[in-house]
């Protein structure tokens, strides 16, 4: 059963239009998300969080939107560059007993941002 | 300020054959640690974590181990590599929420 859900295998945006990437959550137990951003070949890089008590959360051009009653989040990139094409991958923190900060994943959706 | 050192980049094992991956953290101490393994069109699954020396957990069963000998090291490991091992793997340590990632090893079982 997947918890994180990232429906959307792949996405293609024009450069300087808003990316819009949406994940999905199943388990209420969570309270921090994080989207990560990934290159071929790399480990993910943190890019932002947010809060469970929050419902948005801003830095720059990455703006990550959550709500909670429809258990559902958001990652808006605008404008949108062509650096900016990689994997994202959603991310929730999972908090009981020992595995406490444990990250469960998203299975990633591929941005492609074209000139 | 903390760095993550996973190694190697690359590796071609054939099938049977043993597999050792090593994972080091700097600029910390006491970190939980974490193996990931990134398969094609499955995202990022959590393999094992350890939260000190000598306490590993498994997310999920496996033809691999892990081990922390020191505090700073974490190895994940195989006595007989399968074809299905083949994958994206990376190392991880986290601070409260967040994760850090090391730069992967690609292993490719023939």
């Known amino acids: 059963d997947q918890q994180v859900k990232q429906n959307s295998p792949s996405l293609s945006v024009q450069e300087g239009r808003i990316s819009i990437l949406n994940c999905d959550y199943t388990?209420?137990?969570?309270?921090?998300f994080l989207w990560y951003k990934k290159y071929p070949a790399e480990g993910p890089t943190f890019l932002i969080s947010i809060s469970s008590i929050k419902d948005k959360n801003e830095d720059g051009r990455f703006t990550v939107f959550l709500n909670k009653s429809a258990k559902h989040l958001s990652l808006h990139i605008v404008p949108s560059q062509p650096g900016d094409s990689a994997v994202y991958f959603c991310a929730a923190s999972v908090r009981y007993g020992g595995s406490q900060g444990n990250l469960i994943f998203g299975k990633g959706t591929k941005l492609s941002v074209k000139p | 300020s903390q760095t993550i050192h996973q190694w190697p980049a690359t590796l071609v094992q054939p099938v049977g054959s043993p597999l050792s991956l090593e994972c080091t953290v700097e600029?910390?101490?006491?970190?939980?640690l974490y193996w990931y393994r990134q398969a094609a069109g499955r995202g990022l699954q959590l393999l094992f974590y350890?939260?000190?020396?000598?306490?590993i957990s498994s997310e999920v069963p496996q033809n691999l181990s892990a081990s922390r000998p020191q505090d700073r090291q974490f190895i994940l490991s195989s006595k007989k590599l399968l074809l299905s091992d083949s994958g994206f793997y990376l190392c991880?340590?986290?601070?409260?929420?967040?994760?850090?990632f090391g730069q992967g090893t690609r292993l490719t079982v023939v």
């Open positions: 350890s939260v000190g020396i000598g306490q």
């Open positions: 600029g910390t101490s006491n970190p939980n």
């Open positions: 388990n209420s137990m969570f309270d921090y």
């Open positions: 991880a340590w986290s601070e409260r929420e967040k994760a850090f």
